[in-house]
């Protein structure tokens, strides 16, 4: 609800462990409705944050199946992402899992208008530095047309800009070895020159 949703956060932030334990029992039930839903979303990147990591794992072990979908989704991406801002021992079992499904499919997710950001947080989540590693590595080989994709635009950017695993020099020299006049005057493209500027 418009409004409701609001009321519901607030109640997630009790004291009380008998409300906690209601409400995680509640937004369980409907967890894949509410991570599609606008507002739901909000509340369960809420509950994520606030009730107790064992909320936090199962949740991730019944969204771990559809991950894919949901990180295509408008509003079910940002419940992925906030399982990748957990830190420590609030990390979810499951997360590795997820990690590696949206490592595993890296090329397409990095065009999707969702997916790129989930990428993003995965690859900076510190999971399975290897497979990060070895996900940004296999991006090289595209990393030119994704400069010009009004969505992989953004990724490359991102690895200019976060230097992971590197990714600055390796981005940096495709594009030195790249049509720099083409890339320049295109739409998306020269957003990339910008930032290896």
Do not use: W
Not at 63 to 88: D, E, M, R, T, W
Not at 106 to 112: A, C, I, K, L, R
Not at 116 to 145: D, Y
């Amino acid at each position: 609800d418009t409004y409701g949703n609001y009321v519901v956060q607030h109640l997630l932030q009790s004291k009380s462990k008998e409300i906690q334990n209601e409400l995680s029992l509640m937004l369980e039930e409907n967890l894949l409705q509410l991570s599609l839903n606008f507002y739901g979303c909000r509340v369960i990147q809420k509950a994520i944050k606030h009730l107790p990591a064992e909320f936090s794992d199962r949740c991730c072990t019944k969204l771990a199946p559809v991950a894919l979908y949901c990180l295509q989704s408008q509003h079910a991406n940002h419940v992925i992402k906030a399982f990748f801002s957990l830190q420590g021992d609030r990390v979810p079992k499951e997360m590795e899992k997820i990690h590696e499904m949206i490592c595993k499919n890296g090329e397409h997710v990095s065009t999707h208008v969702y997916g790129f950001k989930v990428l993003q947080a995965a690859l900076g989540s510190g999971l399975s530095p290897e497979l990060s590693r070895a996900t940004v590595l296999s991006m090289e080989k595209n990393l030119i047309t994704l400069s010009c994709s009004e969505y992989g635009n953004y990724l490359v950017q991102y690895f200019i800009e976060s230097d992971i695993y590197n990714s600055r020099d390796l981005a940096i020299s495709c594009i030195i070895n790249a049509p720099v006049l083409l890339m320049t005057c295109h739409k998306f493209g020269s957003n990339v020159i910008e930032k290896a500027v």
